[in-house]
């Protein structure tokens, strides 16, 4: 059974960091797209940030330019998010997705994947 579980979040003020990990088990996704997600209340879950099986290839939400960054470590089936400068507007439920398809250039604020295998979430709440 392949479970994806998140950890990290918590509670910070505006301009704090915090990363979150998402470890993998039940199957090996070194050859497989992941990603991170968030979904604000009220609003649909957004695409943040997605990185390659290798890891060599990264794309951001240009809300997360410049102050997020993804990474993974494969040999431990795991991927992370480093969240800095964070702002109240980060507010969200962040989801692990892995295994989907990502174009890494050209993609619009549309993005909406199907995304194979989704963690269960982890609550970040940043305060003003």
Known sequence: QVQLVESGGGSVQAGGSLRLSCAASGRTFSKSNMGWFRQAPGKEREFVAGISGSGTRVTYADSAKGRFAISRDNAKNTIYLQMNS???????????????????????SDFNPTVNYWGQGTQVTVSS
């Open 86 to 108: 964070l702002k109240p507007e980060d507010t969200a439920v962040y989801y692990c997705g892995a295994d989907f398809w990502i174009p890494f250039t050209g993609w619009g």
